[in-house]
């Protein structure tokens, strides 16, 4: 079977570091890798809406945001197909059938939206649009029938909700749908890259990222500000390296040969954090290195953006010629669909003819 990737973000803002490693970056490396014979990417703005639906203007100016982020970082139009997803009417109608395979204590179980729910204090004022909204996801996976979705650990159960009704709709229809894998990020430490102080997951909402278009002394700064061991007071206390939000950047960012350019004094990392562990090793210093490492990854996207933010007509081109490609796709998958659940009407022509019969045998 021919491969297929569907993955997204939802342009509420910006784009992170976190992601930069639990996705963007592995993007790029699948796109050029020769290995996926389509690659979808969506900018899920409806999905964005169901949570700012007060703030329509917020999702509205963001879509440019993303669409900087995506290019800067090295997603190419031409390997990659860059959509909108309001521009894709088809995935609406697909949710709307998968809506009958999926209980509402199901959605509740589900650990995703219980977090989310949670994050934004929806409680029992919760929009039904967010609540449902797993299955907007299926939908958007199915319609291009994904068979490699590559996103962070946080979304495998969003993943597995949409195998359930892959599943539910080939055994109550006809086999239609292709059942989709997860493709987590290779390094351990990217599957979940921790907010600059410290909180589990880096978030816009809770104003602790580092984003890819950030300038460099901002970056500094919110490099020298991270969380480390609260307990590492002196320079000669020992440090803990678990739960120290620097050394787990390190673990996502730092490779061998940075040590040679940037802090010769030690080989490697496990010899660096083997210094901070028995003590004698300062926080400002280990900093230093991070940031000098993230500036190193971060300078060629920031100079790429800088000169893309002057072709912003040319970027709407790409997203719209991509919604159109994205689009015929959809509507092929959508009439896959209609045809199984026996609701192609009009093209049904041994239907007709049977009716036909049926109404006319007596006369």
């Known amino acids: 079977m021919e491969k297929t990737i569907l993955t997204g973000d939802r342009p509420t803002g910006k784009l992170h570091l976190g992601h930069y490693v639990g996705s963007l970056k592995r993007r790029v490396e699948l796109q050029n890798s020769g290995e996926y014979k389509d690659i979808f990417i969506m900018i899920a703005d409806a999905q964005a809406l169901t949570d700012n639906s007060e703030n329509p203007e917020k999702v509205r100016q963001n879509i440019i945001e993303v669409a900087l982020d995506y290019l800067s970082v090295g997603l190419d139009p031409e390997k990659s197909t ?15 059938y998968y809506m009958n395979l999926v209980t509402v204590s199901r959605l509740q179980r589900n650990p995703t939206v219980k977090s989310e729910i949670q994050m934004r204090n929806f409680e029992a004022s919760i929009p039904v649009g967010f609540f449902t909204y797993p299955i907007s996801q299926a939908s958007d996976i199915t319609a291009f029938k994904a068979t490699t979705v590559p996103v962070g ?26 059942e989709p894998e997860i493709l987590l990020p290779e390094n351990q430490a990217c599957l979940r890259l921790p907010g600059t102080d410290g909180k589990a997951k880096m978030s816009k909402s809770l104003n602790n990222c580092i984003y890819l278009s950030d300038s460099a002394e901002d970056v500094r700064k919110k490099v020298m500000s991270m969380y480390t061991d609260p307990d590492h007071l002196q320079v000669s206390d020992p440090g803990k390296i678990e739960g120290n939000t620097v050394f787990t950047y390190l673990d996502a960012f730092c490779k061998p040969e940075h040590f040679e350019k940037y802090l010769p004094d030690y080989p490697n990392l496990a010899e660096l954090k083997a210094h901070y562990q028995r003590g004698g090793l300062g926080d400002v210093k280990v900093k230093r290195f991070l940031n000098a490492i993230l ?14 933010e002057t072709k912003i007509p040319e970027i709407y081109d790409i997203l719209k010629k991509g919604s159109e490609k994205a689009k015929a796709v959809a509507a092929n998958t959508l009439n896959d669909v209609k ?13 007709i003819k ?10």
Do not use: H
């Open 354 to 363: 049977e009716q036909s019969e049926r109404y006319n045998s007596g006369k």
């Open 82 to 96: 860059l959509f909108i997803q309001s521009q894709i009417p088809e995935l609406c109608e697909l949710a709307f």
């Open 295 to 308: 500036e190193e990854e971060l300078a060629p996207i920031r100079e790429r953006r800088q000169e893309l």
């Open 339 to 351: 045809n199984a659940m026996k609701i192609n009407y009009f093209d049904d022509m041994e239907l």
């Open 153 to 178: 650990e946080d979304q495998l159960p969003m993943l597995e909700q949409t195998k359930e009704i892959v599943r539910k709709f080939n055994s109550v229809y006809e086999e239609t749908l292709i």
